[in-house]
């Protein structure tokens, strides 16, 4: 039986499926979002990893840009990888694009190059002994963070997990391993 806070997967393109696994694993209730009504009765939402212009075209279309900035308003957690940290920023680059704003760090998208192949680290993270391993895809670099951000892990020497408040985002795509620590994380911020 699944326990705990309730989460919804924005599944509007890209690696949601990928999420919804890894909240299996760990037992934790989830379902997809696609339009304003599916936020009803959740507590957090992921924003997975995909194409951010497709995402926020799709979300601006249905009505859930607005509804999700309400769902933040009114205290929900928000988590963000790659495509998902992209729109939660408060400003992003290379080419600008409108986004959330509910986390302050600035954000360049595909950061590292255009190319497809994926990079795998292992780097330390605040959020535990053991190290992390980070997929990346196409991913943002964030460029600066703004007083209230917690930085959990950094890569390169650039901040790669970060938190603010109920809001937390990574450039890399922890749903794409099999260690849970991450998503473990944002089940206990949640759940606060
Ligand atoms: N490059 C994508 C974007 O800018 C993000 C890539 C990803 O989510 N893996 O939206």
């Known amino acids: 039986m699944a326990s705990g806070p309730k989460i919804g997967i924005v599944a509007i393109q890209g690696d ?11 037992g934790a209730a989830h379902s997809y979002i696609r ?5 009803a009765s959740l507590q957090g939402v992921i924003l997975p990893g995909g194409e951010s212009s497709t995402h926020l ?4 279309e249905e009505g859930l840009f607005d509804a999700l900035k309400q769902f933040a308003a009114n205290g929900g ?16 680059h290379g080419p600008a694009q409108a986004s959330l704003g509910l986390l302050d760090i600035s954000i360049l998208r595909n950061g590292y190059g255009r190319q497809l192949a994926s990079d795998v680290h292992m780097g330390p993270t605040k959020l ?3 190290p992390l391993e980070m ?3 196409r991913a943002p670099i964030i460029e600066s963070v703004g007083k209230g951000i917690e930085v959990l892990a950094e890569d390169a020497g650039h901040p790669v997990l970060v938190q603010e408040a109920r809001v937390l985002a ?3 795509h922890p749903e794409l391993t099999s260690d849970t620590a991450v998503h473990e994380h944002f089940l206990e911020l949640t759940a606060q």
């Open 77 to 92: 957690a928000f988590f963000g990888t790659c495509a998902g940290a992209i729109l939660l920023a408060r400003e992003v």
């Open 128 to 130: 535990r002994k053991d």
């Open 16 to 26: 949601y499926e990928a999420h919804a696994r890894t909240l299996d694993r760990l």
């Open 57 to 60: 075209k799709v979300m601006t």
């Open 170 to 172: 990574a450039t890399f």
């Open 35 to 39: 339009k304003p009504e599916d936020l």
């Open 135 to 137: 997929v990346f895809i």
